[in-house]
């Protein structure tokens, strides 16, 4: 059942291109996407006036990434919310909104509730959501299935990037249809979407880079994931993978944040990992890692082949290929997945099981 492998996890890591490839493929047809299974009309995606995206952990976590690509490439208003924050909080609501939920079981209780609470004010709802017939799914006015397959391991991997491909679906559909790229574009965004499916396997193959370097990190005690952007919403994600099965403490920091506090944690020693992948914000994360550096921190740098002078900076490079850079976080996490795993496999714990958590979250 673990196809080979040793545990559900790596089974589901190595499964991302098949599931991002399948949501690619459940909505591109000819080289354009449909939204007709969805249920969406373009004069609805002309009408919206706002987004909100509402999830929690790793769900929430690409809700972080998508509102960077949807507000860069279709101009809309993007507010990206915790489910069990939104649904205590007395919000000003725009009835003209567009309300995403994003869920893998589709039965987490506060995302539940808070897709509830919006189609009681009258807002639309769409779940991006990847168990047919769960309650989120039935619940919400139009539904747009990533295509992962069950998901085993408490760790979500295929799901996170299934969710993340339909974000990307969703804004190059709204930059289209709301006029904010041309035909061109079009075309580009989604000949690139296309690509992420190969991208991923042959970051998949160089794995055992990451596999010694867990084994040299395995025993640290604290770890910061730094990035701006993009990159930090990456970084959300990689620090809740490596805490929740490898138990060590870790951060995610949007990198000009360090110098507000969270610097006056670099000891000697201290690992650093910077995520690097959008070239206009390069510099600025680099030099936020070097005065980490500075201080004593160890340096993880990730960003794409071709930058190579990264070498003479980070004490530890890893590259990844390139995509467009709104569609950068589905290739940036998988290094991040895999480091976590291989620490937690170097610990011996209980990678698919991790103590005090359950897959689906049915208790608010
Ligand atoms: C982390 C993880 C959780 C879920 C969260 C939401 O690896 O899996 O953070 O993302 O519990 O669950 P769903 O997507 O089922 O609503």
Redesign the pocket.
């Known amino acids: 059942e673990k196809a080979g492998f040793e545990h559900f996890m790596m089974k589901e890591i190595h499964e991302q291109p098949k599931a991002v490839q399948d949501t690619l493929n459940s909505v591109i047809k000819d080289g354009r996407i449909d939204f007709e299974a969805v249920g969406i009309t373009e004069d609805e995606i002309k009408g919206f006036e706002q987004i909100y995206i509402v999830?929690?952990?790793?769900?929430?976590?690409v809700g972080m990434a998508a509102q960077y690509v949807l507000e860069d490439m279709a101009d809309i208003s993007v507010r990206v919310e915790l489910?069990s924050e939104f649904r205590y909080r007395k919000m000003s609501l725009n009835p003209k909104a567009l309300m995403i939920v994003?869920?893998?079981?589709?039965?987490?209780a506060d995302?539940l509730a808070a897709l509830r609470l919006a189609k009681e004010k009258g807002i639309t709802t769409m779940a991006i959501?990847?168990?047919v017939g769960s309650s989120?799914a039935r619940e919400a006015d139009k539904v747009f299935y990533t295509l992962a397959g069950p998901e085993i391991s408490?760790?979500?991997?295929k799901?996170?990037s299934a969710?993340l491909a339909a974000m990307y679906c969703l804004a190059v559909q709204f930059a289209k249809v709301r006029g904010k790229i041309t035909e061109e574009q079009y075309g580009y965004y989604i000949a690139e979407l296309l690509t992420i499916p190969e991208k991923i396997q042959k970051i998949l193959e160089d794995k055992e880079r990451l596999q010694w370097f867990a084994a040299k990190y395995a025993n640290a005690s604290d770890v910061f994931f730094v990035g701006r952007g993009i990159d930090y919403a990456v970084c959300l994600e990689g620090s809740?993978?490596l805490k929740?099965i490898s138990y060590i403490h870790s951060e995610a920091y949007a990198a000009g944040e360090l110098k507000h506090g969270t610097i006056s944690l670099i000891e000697q020693g201290t690992l650093v990992i910077g995520v690097l992948t959008q070239n206009e914000l390069y510099e600025k994360t680099i030099s936020n890692m070097l005065e980490c550096k500075s201080r004593g921190a160890y340096l993880m740098g990730m960003t794409t082949y071709g930058n190579y002078e990264i070498e003479d900076q980070v004490n530890f490079a890893v590259y990844v290929p390139k995509v467009d850079e709104h569609f950068m976080a589905s290739l940036a996490v998988i290094p991040l997945q895999l480091l976590g795993y291989y620490v937690s496999v170097a610990k011996g714990l209980d990678v698919d099981k991790p103590r005090n958590?359950a897959?689906?979250?049915t208790v608010e």
């Open positions: 999830a929690c952990g790793s769900a929430w976590h489910a994003v869920s893998q079981s589709g039965e987490t995302t959501v990847n168990v989120i408490v760790a979500t991997t799901a996170y969710q809740l993978k929740e958590l897959k689906s979250v």
